[in-house]
């Protein structure tokens, strides 16, 4: 069973091998993460709709039911001393009504934050770090003045839900409104949504940082590629200038400390063009952009987030090499499966998933390196990934 503490708020203090930790949540990232935990000699229990999802494979009982059912959940935290979650679209009040059955180190003020943008933004700014200029939208008449604020190009996100680009639109003139106007005139209606201004970024980039909830450690910052809104490849580490590198640990440390952070959590960020680093979107758990991490670091992304949740130390990670991550899409595992013998410096990750589907991340290849230019090259020029050119100067 785990040593609880009431002064942290339930957070455990140091969980025992041979505990039970559950994960809502069945997909890559809760795979990943129990093959972590088993490695420390944890148990683990998932709940996920549909029966031998990927982490079922790995875990030792399933839980079958909607991320909603609170009495799937319920089931779940009563065969568990630990519940964690691998995406952010969970039921916080199904959480809260079970934390007197089971220790949920995360809490769930993480969640209801990073479940609403405006929170989000909210959240980001009063803890001293930039984001994109923003307004809460909830009716035409709001988009009008935020436009008016602050002008075309703008981004128009839904305040919750969206993921890979969904739930995301690009005003860049009244024609791209007009379209939006349409769809609400046709019975779409007007979602409460948030208006974000264009930042002119010179890439995109992440961070890392993990915590028990009173020590907290970051990974490095790495280089993001999306192609039709989804992330591509992971460029380990990032060449920034010493001041962009200290901003992105120093605004990872300071949101962690505001989140009292137990386990991992990726910030998605923008490098401006003129040296600077704007918070793009938080996501409360292991990220893709952190699958890097499992060759290329002394402790990954997973091993943190675990040793966080269960109120283990957690040491600095170090970067043992450079490393190239590309994902493998649904479109992309043939191709990548027919040149896997002619590729030794290729660590295949597959996920498990019954059902290959277009766009659906299906698994990734990470490649240690001295010469990450090199090794982009080299992984085009196996043409697995050529549907994706067409999308590289429009994004």
């Known amino acids: 069973m785990p040593s609880l503490s009431e002064e942290t708020n339930g957070a455990v203090t140091m969980l025992q091998p041979g505990a039970t930790i559950g994960i809502i ?3 890559q990232l809760g795979r990943m993460m129990a093959l972590s935990a088993k490695y420390m000699g944890f148990r683990i ?17 399933q839980v079958v039911g909607e991320y909603d059912d609170k009495t799937a959940i319920h089931d779940l935290a009563e065969k568990a001393d630990v519940l964690t979650y691998e995406f952010e679209n969970v039921d916080a009040e199904a959480i809260d009504e079970v934390r007197h059955l089971v220790a949920a180190p995360q809490g769930t003020d993480l969640l209801r934050v990073t479940q ?8 980001i700014n009063e803890h001293g ?12 008449d709001e988009l009008d003045a935020a436009i008016d604020e602050l002008h075309y190009p703008c981004v128009l996100k839904t305040r919750s839900g969206g993921y890979d680009g969904h739930g995301q639109h690009v005003l860049r003139n009244d024609a791209d409104l007009e379209k939006i106007r349409a769809r609400g005139d046709r019975g779409g209606g007007f979602p409460p949504s948030i208006l974000e201004g264009f930042v002119d970024f010179a890439f995109e980039a992440s961070i890392l940082v993990s915590g028990n909830g009173r020590d907290f450690v ?5 280089r993001n590629d999306h192609r039709n809104n989804i992330l591509h490849m992971t460029i380990a580490p990032a060449e920034v200038s010493p001041e962009i590198e200290r901003e992105a640990h120093e605004l990872a440390l300071r949101l962690a400390r505001g989140f009292e ?31 890097y991490t499992i060759e290329a670091c002394s402790i990954d992304q997973f091993d943190a987030h675990i040793r966080g949740i269960a109120g283990w130390p957690l040491p600095q990670p170090k970067l043992l090499s450079p490393a190239v991550m590309v994902n493998v899409l649904g479109q992309h595992v043939m191709p ?24 659906r991340k299906m698994g990734h290849i ?30």
Not at 116 to 123: A, H, I, L, Q, S
Not at 337 to 354: C, F, L, M, S
Not at 379 to 385: H, I, M, N, P, S
Request: aromatic content about 8%; hydrophobic content about 35%.
């Open 366 to 395: 990470t490649v240690l390196t001295d010469d990450t230019a090199a090794t982009v090259e080299a992984l085009e020029a196996t043409g697995c990934w050529d549907d994706l050119k067409k999308y590289k100067k429009q994004d």
């Open 218 to 222: 970051t990974f490095p910052i790495v």
């Open 116 to 123: 609403d943008r405006v929170n989000e933004k909210t959240f």
């Open 129 to 140: 770090t930039e984001t994109a200029p923003w307004r809460a939208v909830n009716n035409f």
């Open 25 to 27: 949540g069945g997909g």
């Open 261 to 291: 952070l137990a386990g991992t959590l990726a910030i998605e960020l923008f490098v401006t063009k003129d040296n600077r680093v704007i918070v793009n979107e938080l996501a409360p758990r292991p990220h893709n952009s952190g699958h």
């Open 45 to 61: 229990g998932v709940l996920d709709p549909t029966p031998d999802c990927p982490t079922a494979q790995v875990a030792d009982f």
């Open 336 to 359: 990548t499966r027919a040149q896997i013998a002619t590729h030794p410096e290729w660590n295949v990750h597959d996920y498990g998933k019954a059902q290959v589907r277009h766009d």
